[in-house]
């Protein structure tokens, strides 16, 4: 009887996992494998608004968005400041939010929807409340600001 409930219980358990994995459709799942031929470690998130998908290449690990018909809306990867280029550094420290903390880096490739090509995203706080989103090109230009939360 013992072993009936742990077959039971472990097919209860697998019957779910892969009813999650069931609720990503098959366009999401398509396009990622065709757009990142070389990834690792994938996972598969839907986040309400769009699908997550986490996933490795070589040693850096990258998230990528997209709708449920398979449209990919960009991919971030998380880097420090330091790895910046010079041109990025120089563009934050010559705006007006050179003297903020900077509490996050994300390298962004986006979708020609989007403008295309790669943007820096720098978070940024001064104090508990002020947190803003600084939006830098390769040349080091902000491009936009935005505040968050």
């Known amino acids: 009887m013992f072993r009936h409930l742990l077959l039971a219980a472990g097919l209860l358990v697998a019957g779910s996992a ?7 459709p098959v366009a999401v799942t398509a396009a990622f494998t065709k757009q990142y031929t070389n ?33 990919w809306r960009g991919t ?8 910046l280029s010079n041109d990025v550094k120089d563009g934050f420290l010559k705006s007006k ?8 880096v994300l390298h962004l490739f986006l979708p020609d929807s989007q403008g295309g090509g790669e943007q820096f995203r720098v978070k940024v706080k001064q104090g508990e409340f002020k947190k803003r989103y600084l939006f830098f090109n390769r040349a080091g230009k902000l491009v936009r600001d935005k505040m968050t939360l």
């Open 97 to 104: 939010f050179s003297d903020w903390q900077v509490v996050s």
């Open 76 to 83: 971030e990867k998380t880097i420090p400041f330091a790895d």
């Open 39 to 71: 990834a690792a470690q994938v996972s598969y998130e839907d986040n309400l608004k769009d699908y997550r998908v986490s996933f490795r290449v070589d040693t850096s690990d990258y998230v990528a968005h997209y709708s449920s018909k398979g449209e």
């Open 18 to 24: 892969s009813a999650q994995l069931g609720k990503i």
